[in-house]
């Protein structure tokens, strides 16, 4: 139900009426504020009659069950009586007993205990309803005019005034005189219902007491109202009063007061911020106990009334024919949603009043259009379920829906009699006239014809009995489904689409809502409601390829069994939240969702010298990607491009693509995960299909990506691509997406994007040479040596253009030393002892290393003359466990034997 | 009505209960009777609903089971006849109880009365 704040928003001015010092606010015409003292005698006594109330009510009750036994007693003590002469019976009270006596005056107490029980329901409903006055008589003040004032704490219920009398207790406790917005929450933290909210935000309750008990003794500050409530919390009354009006509830009751008491006591917000419990939490959370709650209402009236529905195929007037062959090809809809086998159908009320407008206006068929996984099906079983409450149009009344088993229909059997069944089926429908049909995937009747010249397709035979009205049929398709078999034939004239979209984030939660219960029951688990939201957050962001809401509930359920099995091993883990969903999602896809942690936080930080761990120089290059990866990390990066696109410039061998696989490695967790492309390969033309793939064959990098969102895409030596593929990197940079030869929306925006270049390579060496700034460099490149091989407008995309210098001596023999310790870690799971020389590394260094080739000699040298000769060693067996290899100033092998046992 | 005082509100919680008594009767033959001739109201009008009778009257004439010859929308119309006739029959049963609660309703205080008086004399 929409709440209608409009109408009190700009009223919530609190003041003081006089002349009796009244706090309350203007309301609809009248002064609303709250009358009610407190006092502990009164509390007490208050107690006391409540009690007294309900003993009396037992008193009555045993009075007239003792009654009954009496007049059994009196009964069974004069059966012979009785038998001789009926009147005797007919008479009883004519028979002097005191067993007749006693149970004349228990029926006063029968009587008198109607009365109470009678009244006490009807006093359950205090918010009384009040038109609202128009005139302007609000915001006068003064004796002027009389405005008629309205005592509010007449419309809080009982179990509400409860909770007040004990937070007035407890703050007599705290020695306060009256009760603040700690208090309230104190006693309303003791309530059930209340309680449960923070169990389902999985807080720790134990320490948000304590925190919360260190500063009930502090009072308002304020000078006391003398009615036992401090100002604040008579503000939080009277919101709490305007909530339920809005609502249309019968009496304020405790999810009214939660919020705005949170929202009151400065202290208290801290206090439950420190446990992650935010005012939108709250919110949510209490929507969730009340939508439970109408779910629950809901269903006993869809119970009593499906009492009702027929059980037959026939409807209640009668007037339907019996349908065998229907019924031998259909499953009744209707019927199954009469006996209960359907879940509940939610925020889906727009597209089901879509669904009945289109039938009001004339059309006969109406087909739900949508994504796999969107929520078609469960639309339809909505519909069902609405017929089976009667809450459907006057001429869906008393109808079934009946599902149409298109397998059953077309198997086994040639299409001229699977189109002789479907005219049997749809005659049966228009003669019965109370069937609606529903198809399911209503592309599989298209292509069912026996292939003759100028012979029906099955689509057909039913697309001319919907355009000419004689039945009424609903069907669902996805939409690629529907765009190739159905749109521009006869089928898509006779129905009419209506396009189911995937619910908004809000509605996605409200529908896992519905369904936890049901996982919570299976696995014997509690579910957090941030799990649920996260469930919802996360699937959408990071699976892209299916649909919400059913991949939200496909994960909520993967966690939902995980959390399952952890419950059974401990107790303690019954409850599945955030980090049991981050799990599933970082399982499902292979990035790391979790929580950014500390330890996460601080490999952020440390991106530089994590990187420089596996490589050498280039500190510039490392300081641009990791600020441009810290960005889009914390999330301020809009999320329409990739992650970030870097273009690295440089000659062969200083580390570009050794960076890429050192950023894919602490970025995505895997060096593996990263794409890589030669550009040499696409020089031609029609490279362009190679990369994004033509109708029938999938592109390499579309379906690269299409597969793993989440990795760095490598483009090497990208001077050498096509001018018609170098347009396509255009768009992919710009927008984040490309279409690939299929017409999927391939989504970049997950992925790091890394170009690199020899281009200008000669350049770079000489400018380092002389020592020029690297800025300069990269500007002269840019300006003059970059245009040659790209576009301005390319060049432009890149959110960085890293130079990468010529690699120095002293980074040659750090990466020779980088080298040597694999060998010797590869050495050491031997048993065989590694330790090179400084000179030795220094000598290797010298000969593997040449400014023009970088640091690639350099390994084929360690292949050569280090591992190559240790291969020799080993498998000569001169070389055995615990000999030590040591590389002498030559750089050449020694081997140190190693003592004997 | 401001509750502020102890010694004013134990007597006054006693007057509660003495008022009840006293009201229950005259509540019995106004608000109490009123409720229960709308709860009996209510039911009869589920019951209504659950024997279909109004469906069957306004289809009075239309034929069951489809069939539209002359022969068989006789038939259908001496059956929709009985129907309603059995299915009023029913109604009127539960009308009867309904009438029989609300005149018990009205007796049943004078009668325990009666009993108590005539008992204690005796």
């Not at chain 1, 419309?155 to 009256?178: C, G, H, M, N, W």
């Not at chain 1, 690269?704 to 990197?729: G, M, T, Y």
């Amino acid at each position: 139900m929409e709440k209608d704040e409009s109408q009190f928003k700009d009223e919530l001015q609190f003041t003081v009426l006089e002349p009796d010092k009244k706090f309350g606010l203007y309301f609809q015409g009248k002064f609303l504020y709250w009358d009610l003292r407190f006092d502990r005698p009164l509390i007490f006594l208050h107690r006391a009659k409540r009690r007294i109330s309900s003993f009396l009510n037992v008193v009555c009750f045993l009075a007239g069950i003792a009654g009954l036994f009496s007049s059994a007693a009196w009964v069974y003590l004069n059966l012979a009586k009785i038998a001789a002469d009926g009147t005797v019976g007919l008479f009883f009270w004519r028979q002097p007993s005191p067993l007749v006596l006693s149970f004349a005056v228990s029926l006063f107490f029968d009587m008198f205990l109607v009365y109470r029980l009678s009244e006490q329901r009807a006093g359950r409903d205090r918010l009384k309803r009040f038109a609202a006055k128009k005139s302007a008589l609000r915001r006068r003040s003064a004796a002027a005019v009389q405005v008629p004032s309205l005592d509010i704490s007449r419309a809080f219920s009982d179990e509400t005034r409860e909770i007040l009398d004990d937070a007035y207790l407890e703050a007599v406790k705290f020695k306060q005189p009256e009760i603040t917005p700690l208090h309230l929450f104190w006693a309303l933290f003791k309530n059930k219902k209340i309680r449960l909210i923070f169990v389902r935000l999985n807080i720790n309750q134990r320490s948000l007491l304590e925190k919360l008990a260190r500063h009930l003794n502090e009072g308002s500050g304020a000078a006391p109202t003398g009615l036992g409530l401090s100002a604040d919390t008579q503000k939080i009354m009277m919101e709490a009063y305007l909530d339920a009006y809005s609502s249309e509830q019968k009496a304020v009751d405790p999810y009214n007061i939660i919020l705005y008491c949170f929202r009151a006591s400065a202290i208290l917000g801290e206090i439950l911020y420190d446990e992650e419990v935010t005012d939108n939490k709250i919110v949510n959370s209490v929507a969730w106990m009340r939508t439970n709650e109408k779910i629950v209402a809901n269903y006993k009236i869809y119970r009593k009334m499906a009492r009702l529905k027929p059980g037959t195929s026939m409807n209640r007037a009668y007037t339907a024919l019996a349908t065998p062959t229907l019924d031998h090809f259909s499953r009744d809809l209707t019927l199954m949603a009469k006996y209960g086998y359907f879940e509940i159908c939610l925020a889906r009320d727009k597209e089901i009043k879509a669904v009945f407008e289109a039938l009001e206006s004339g059309r006969s068929g109406v087909l739900l259009v949508g994504p796999v996984g969107v929520g078609k099906t469960t639309i339809i079983q909505g519909v069902a379920q609405l017929m089976v409450k009667e809450e459907v149009p006057k001429f869906l009344e008393d109808k079934r829906l009946v599902e149409v088993d298109v397998a059953r229909l077309i198997g086994g059997t040639t299409p001229a009699e699977a189109q002789d069944r479907l005219l049997t089926i749809i005659n049966e429908s228009v003669r019965a006239r109370n069937v609606i049909l529903y198809l399911k995937n209503l592309e599989t009747v298209v292509g069912i014809s026996s292939g003759a010249a100028g012979s029906l397709d099955l689509s057909e035979v039913l697309a001319d009995a919907v355009s000419r009205r004689l039945i009424i049929c609903l069907a669902t398709a996805t939409n690629e489904n529907y765009t190739k078999y159905i749109e521009k034939r006869p089928l898509g004239n006779a129905f009419m689409a209506v396009s189911v979209a995937e619910p908004d984030n809000d509605q996605a939660i409200q529908i896992l809502e519905s369904k936890a219960g049901y996982f919570e029951g299976r696995y014997g688990i509690f579910f957090d409601y941030n799990a649920i939201e996260q469930a919802v957050n996360l699937s959408g962001h990071y699976i892209t390829d299916e649909y919400l809401p059913a991949k939200a509930v496909n994960i909520l359920q993967l966690a939902a069994v995980k959390a399952g099995q952890a419950c059974k091993d401990d107790p303690h883990k019954c409850f599945c939240t955030c980090d049991d969903i981050s799990r599933v999602i970082s399982e499902k896809t292979g990035i790391p969702v979790d929580k950014v942690s500390a330890s996460e936080t601080q490999k952020l930080l440390n991106l530089e010298s994590d990187i420089h761990r596996r490589m050498i120089g280039q500190e510039e290059a490392v300081d641009a990607i990791s600020g441009s990866l810290r960005r889009a990390r914390a999330e301020m990066r809009e999320n329409k491009r990739p992650i970030a696109s870097f273009l690295f410039l440089g000659p062969t061998g200083v580390g570009k693509t050794e960076l890429a696989k050192s950023v894919a490695e602490v970025y995505f967790g895997d060096e593996n995960c990263m794409i890589r492309l030669d550009m040499s390969e696409y020089q031609l033309a029609d490279s362009v299909t190679k990369m994004i793939g033509g109708a029938q064959t999938p592109g390499y990098l579309t379906e690269a990506v299409r597969q793993k969102p989440f990795s760095l895409v490598l483009l090497d030596e990208i001077e050498k691509a096509h001018p018609d593929v170098l347009n396509l990197f255009l768009q992919m940079m710009d927008d984040g997406r490309l279409t690939d030869g299929q017409g999927r929306t391939i989504n970049f925006t997950n992925s790091i994007i890394v170009a690199t270049s020899n281009a200008g390579a000669l350049y770079i060496e000489e400018a380092v040479g002389q020592g020029t700034d690297i800025n300069i460099i990269k500007q002269e490149l840019i300006d003059n040596q970059l245009n040659k091989i790209m576009r301005p407008e390319l060049i432009n995309r890149f959110d960085g253009i890293i130079v990468f210098k010529p690699l120095a001596f002293d980074d040659v023999v750090a990466i020779t030393k980088l080298m040597l310790a694999k060998i010797a870690q590869s050495l050491e799971d031997k048993g065989i002892g590694f330790s090179p020389t400084e000179d030795g590394i220094k000598r290797l260094a010298q000969l593997g290393y040449d400014p023009k080739f970088g640091a690639r000699p350099l390994r084929r040298l360690l292949q050569d003359k280090i591992e190559n000769e240790i291969a020799n060693f080993v498998l000569s067996g001169q070389l055995k466990r615990r000999d030590t290899i040591i590389i002498n100033e030559n750089g050449e092998i020694e081997v140190v034997r190693g003592r004997k046992l | 009505m401001n509750q502020n005082n102890f010694l004013v509100c134990l007597p006054k919680i006693l007057l509660d209960f003495l008022w009840d008594l006293i009201y229950a009767p005259f509540w019995w033959y106004s608000t109490g009777l009123f409720r229960l001739l709308k709860s009996l109201a209510v039911f009869l009008r589920d019951r209504q609903i659950n024997l279909g009778i109004a469906v069957w009257v306004k289809n009075i004439f239309t034929p069951m089971y489809g069939q539209r010859d002359f022969i068989s929308r006789l038939i259908s119309f001496v059956i929709r006849l009985l129907q309603i006739f059995v299915r009023g029959l029913g109604l009127l049963f539960w009308l009867i109880l309904c009438l029989a609660a609300a005149v018990l309703w009205l007796v049943l205080p004078i009668f325990a009365f009666y009993i108590l008086v005539y008992q204690l004399v005796l």
